[in-house]
Nanobody
Framework: QVQLVESGGGLVEPGGSLRLSCAAS????????MGWYRQAPGKQRELVAG???????NYVESVKGRFTISRDNAKNTLYLQMNSLKPEDTAVYYC?????????WGQGTQVTVSS
């Protein structure tokens, strides 16, 4: 049974930082492409950052230079370091795994950026 469990969300002031984690089980994490997505109220879910099994990364333009995606294959864990957070980063953040045409989603973690 595949499980992706996100953690690390919360309320932070503009300019602050958060680190999201996604603990994966039931998949061969080291050979699986992973990604962070987010969905704000009234908006479509969008890809924030992705990292391939080989470590290649990509980011949506709006977070480049502020967010960093990484993975620890020994711990089966995906991370998203978010710095210089802005109110427009407020959303539910989801972890997604993808391999051989199959994808799985976590339950999401809320990130709220507000003063």
């Amino acid at each position: 049974q595949v499980q992706l469990v996100e953690s690390g969300g919360g309320l932070v002031e503009p300019g602050g930082s958060l680190r999201l984690s996604c603990a994966a089980s039931g998949i061969i994490f080291s050979i699986t492409d992973m990604g962070w997505y987010r969905q704000a109220p009234g908006k479509q879910r969008e890809l924030v950052a992705g990292i391939s099994s080989g470590g290649r990364t990509n980011y949506v333009e709006s977070v480049k230079g502020r967010f960093t995606i990484s993975r620890d294959n020994a711990k089966n864990t995906l991370y998203l370091q978010m710095n210089s957070l802005k109110p427009e980063d407020t959303a539910v953040y989801y972890c997604r795994s993808s391999r051989s045409g199959l994808s799985f989603w976590g339950q999401g973690t809320q990130v709220t950026v507000s003063s």
